[in-house]
C-alpha cells in the first residue's frame, strides 16, 4: 500500500495543467484531494476521483486570507485533517516576457501576490492545522527561472525559495517538512509559447526532453514520504540538467 493512501491533500493551482496531474496522482495513490484553483475545479475533482481516491472541488483565491481560511475548513469538513500541501498555483504567463525595466507595475504586483504572498499565505493557514497532529508536508513550487532573476517571474520563484529554508525550522519543531520543487521546462499547454528560447533550453540540457508529471510527482512522492523525514528546508531541481555545472 501507499504511504500516501488515506492522506489528506490540498493541491492549489489544480485545475488544469500540472497541478491537475498532481491531483490525479495523488487520488490514484489512495490520498484524499482537495482539488483547489480559483475557479474550474470541478471537473478536475471528477478526474481525480476517477483515479481511486476522494476527491472534493475548493473555489480559493490564493491572495485573500479569507478565501484560505474557508478552503482549510472545507478540507476539515470533508476530510478532518491536513497532512500535505502542494502549493502549485502561481502565475507565469507574459512574465518572463517583461523585462525588469520594462515590466508594468500591475504585472509585478500581480506576480509578487500570486506567486509570494500566495504561498505564504497557504502555509500560515496550514500550519495549524499540521501542528495539531505533530505531522506535516509542505511543498512549495518555484522554478529553474528563479536562477535567472532578471524578470518578476524568476524574482517572485526565487523568493519562494528562499521562504521555503526560513520555513524549515519553525515548523520542525512540529513535525513538519517544507521543501520545495523547482522544475524545468515541462510538457504542459503553453509552455512552448510561452518561454522565450523553449528549443534552446531544451536543447542544452544534459537529458534533451522536456519534463512529464512522472519526472515531477516522483520528487513530490518522495518528498512526502517517511523517507524524507530528515529532508526539509530544500530546493530540488528537476530540470534535466538543464542548469548543470
Given at each position: 500500500?501507499?504511504?500516501?493512501?488515506?492522506?489528506?491533500?490540498?493541491?492549489?493551482?489544480?485545475?488544469?495543467?500540472?497541478?491537475?496531474?498532481?491531483?490525479?496522482?495523488?487520488?490514484?495513490?489512495?490520498?484524499?484531494?482537495?482539488?483547489?484553483?480559483?475557479?474550474?475545479?470541478?471537473?478536475?475533482?471528477?478526474?481525480a476521483a476517477s483515479a481511486g481516491g476522494k476527491a472534493i472541488a475548493v473555489d480559493v483565491d490564493i491572495t485573500d486570507k479569507a478565501s484560505?481560511?474557508?478552503?482549510?475548513?472545507?478540507?476539515?469538513?470533508?476530510?478532518?485533517?491536513?497532512?500535505?500541501?502542494?502549493?502549485?498555483?502561481?502565475?507565469?504567463?507574459?512574465?518572463?516576457?517583461?523585462?525588469?525595466?520594462?515590466?508594468?507595475?500591475e504585472m509585478w504586483d500581480a506576480a509578487w501576490k500570486v506567486n509570494v504572498n500566495g504561498t505564504l499565505f497557504c502555509c500560515q493557514a496550514a500550519y495549524p492545522l499540521m501542528k495539531q497532529n505533530g505531522w506535516g508536508r509542505i511543498i512549495n513550487v518555484s522554478s529553474v527561472a528563479s536562477a535567472g532573476g532578471g524578470d518578476s517571474y524568476g524574482i517572485t520563484k526565487n523568493a519562494v525559495?528562499?521562504?521555503?529554508?526560513?520555513?524549515?525550522?519553525?515548523?520542525?519543531?512540529?513535525?513538519?517538512?517544507?521543501?520545495?520543487?523547482?522544475?524545468?521546462?515541462?510538457?504542459?499547454?503553453?509552455?512552448?509559447?510561452?518561454?522565450?528560447g523553449f528549443e534552446r533550453i531544451v536543447a542544452g540540457a544534459a537529458i534533451k526532453r522536456v519534463g512529464n508529471t512522472r519526472d515531477l510527482f516522483g520528487a513530490i512522492r518522495f518528498l512526502c514520504s517517511e523517507d524524507a523525514s530528515w529532508v526539509t528546508g530544500q530546493t530540488l531541481h528537476i530540470d534535466g540538467g538543464a542548469n548543470a555545472r
Open positions: 500500500m501507499s504511504e500516501l493512501a488515506g492522506r489528506v491533500v490540498i493541491v492549489t493551482g489544480a485545475a488544469r495543467g500540472l497541478g491537475r496531474d498532481y491531483a490525479r496522482n495523488f487520488a490514484r495513490e489512495g490520498a484524499h484531494v482537495v482539488v483547489a484553483d480559483i475557479k474550474g475545479a470541478e471537473g478536475a475533482a471528477a478526474d484560505i481560511r474557508a478552503m482549510m475548513d472545507r478540507t476539515m469538513e470533508a476530510f478532518g485533517r491536513l497532512d500535505v500541501l502542494v502549493n502549485n498555483a502561481g502565475l507565469w504567463r507574459g512574465l518572463a516576457q517583461a523585462g525588469l525595466l520594462e515590466c508594468p507595475d525559495e528562499h521562504m521555503t529554508s526560513g520555513l524549515a525550522r519553525p515548523l520542525g519543531e512540529h513535525g513538519i517538512t517544507v521543501n520545495c520543487i523547482a522544475p524545468g521546462i515541462s510538457a504542459f499547454e503553453g509552455a512552448k509559447g510561452q518561454i522565450p
